[in-house]
């Protein structure tokens, strides 16, 4: 909560007016979905100091409960196993089982009674990628005589007038990608348009959408929001932000919205998405002290209409670079301008692990390695000191390197984050390479104390002939 002390005056200043909040397993669900609560989870005083302190900076604060994909920390659990799509998978839930509805309804029940200022909700719905596969929803589709589409809208609608009957105070959205490519009948037999505002995300540099997308949204919704974002969308396991790619994505946004909001009653707004895993069972990607500086390029090009140099230099003043904000880490890799703003002890880490990140991945794709210090070689004793004697230089300075890295960095992230997420993130992408180059060291060592000695001359590739008849 410390963090978000330091940094709501400042995204605020940066023209912020609320915050889209998808808690997943950070929830403290109770009862009978007190499985679904992490270890680490939030307490119900700890969200209602972080809704004070929202308001206390003039932002609204929208719940995101997923209400039909994305429902791995939930369908991950023995209790709830029976309500998946597919026995296998976890991503989905069966719409044709009623328990799955009624897990949802209590889901969305206990968010919003600790939300109950809450004047928009956010149900999810992204991403739904197993619907009528099993045999209940099979049976369905052939007696109500429904495609896959309409068995989408059908769960959906039945979520939208849950929570619209029981919270008439509350508007509701969800994401839009589920039904980007579906016939404008289609859309309106649903009647979603009438409980809901579509969220149309994208997160490349062009915003790539079919062509006809608009018209057809336009005769079904009257209001649109659009979604960018300032990190968690280039990969699943970058450290560090690729601002340039977000910024293009901004102004591709302006652009659209420009040519496109005409068309509809009200455009609500830009949410700037910002993910910290590509599903449940991913690792972190980048992390949100990494990734303010791109967050505050961003909304400023939104705030400006351009990204411009005023913008850069604003930014990068904000946050006490003593130059400009890098665009691309991956051109200067560890060349990182003074900075200080909450979480940039993490932010310069982490260039510096980029940096040596590619000296790891350089030393071991080596010559040397792969050419005098194979297992083969180390089995027989078969290398050679001189080249022995560079690997050992390189590896025992990339090992203390490293060491001294992830020092640095769990001191850093314990001033953010949780310890459980200090850990894992730090095993993840310190515990391979530490043990590789220890064990390359280690390996360099006893084989210099042999002196280039193998273990018999027949052992010796130069002392094998070959003759072929």
């Known amino acids: 909560m410390s963090y978000y002390k330091q940094i709501f005056p400042l995204i605020r200043s940066w023209g912020v007016t609320g915050l889209l909040v998808e808690y997943e397993d950070m929830f403290p669900y109770s009862g009978d979905l007190r499985d679904l609560a992490a270890p680490n989870v939030y307490n119900e005083l700890e969200i209602q100091q972080f809704l ?146 579509p969220m149309v995300w994208f997160y490349q540099q062009s915003t790539l959408l079919p062509q006809d997308m608009w018209d057809r949204y336009s005769q079904v919704f009257s209001s649109l929001w659009v979604a960018s974002a300032f990190k968690g969308a280039t ?21 659209v919205v420009q040519d496109q909001k005409s068309r509809f009653s009200n455009f609500r707004g830009y949410t700037l998405t910002g993910w910290q895993r590509y599903d449940h069972f991913a690792v972190l990607c980048e992390l949100l002290p990494v990734a303010l500086p791109c967050l505050a390029l961003c909304l400023l090009t939104l705030d400006n209409g351009a990204f411009t140099e005023l913008v850069h230099k604003t930014a990068s003043m904000d946050l006490g670079f003593a130059g400009l904000i890098p665009l691309n880490p991956f051109q200067s890799p560890g060349v990182v301008p003074a900075c200080s703003f909450p979480g940039s002890g993490v932010y310069v880490c982490m260039q510096t692990l980029l940096q040596l990140n590619s000296e790891y991945t350089r030393f071991m794709d080596s010559d040397r ?83 280039g000695k193998p273990n018999s001359c027949t052992a010796s590739f130069n002392s094998v002939e070959t003759n072929i008849p």
């Open 369 to 451: 390695i792969h050419c005098w210090m194979t297992p083969y070689q180390v089995e027989h004793n078969n290398t050679n000191p001189a080249h022995l004697n560079h690997i050992l230089i390189q590896g025992q300075q990339l090992l203390l390197s490293f060491q001294q890295l992830h020092n640095d960095l769990q001191v850093a992230l314990l001033d953010t984050f949780y310890p459980i997420t200090v850990d894992e993130w730090l095993v993840t992408n310190f515990a391979t390479k530490l043990k590789e180059l220890t064990g390359i060291v280690t390996t360099a060592e006893k084989q210099m104390v042999r002196g």
């Open 52 to 197: 004070d302190l929202a308001e206390e900076n003039e932002l609204i604060v929208i719940p995101l409960v997923q209400t039909f994909g994305h429902f791995e920390f939930v369908l991950k659990h023995e209790a709830f196993c029976h309500l998946r799509e597919l026995p296998m998978y976890p991503m989905t839930l069966c719409p044709s089982n009623e328990g799955s509805l009624e897990v949802v309804r209590q889901m969305v029940d206990q968010v919003l009674r600790l939300h109950p200022d809450a004047k928009w909700f956010h149900i999810g719905a992204d991403e739904v990628f197993h619907i009528g596969f099993c045999e209940a929803c099979e049976r369905v589709m052939k007696a109500e005589g429904i495609t896959k589409t309409q068995m989408f809208f059908r769960h959906i609608r039945r979520v939208l007038e849950y929570i619209t009957v029981k919270y008439p105070g509350t508007r509701l959205i969800m994401w839009d990608d589920m039904f980007r490519d579906v016939d404008l009948e289609v859309i309106k037999e649903s009647g979603v348009g009438e409980l809901v505002e």
């Open 235 to 255: 990969g699943p396991r970058m450290i560090v932000v690729d601002t340039g790619y977000h910024i293009e994505n901004h102004r591709s946004w302006l652009q």
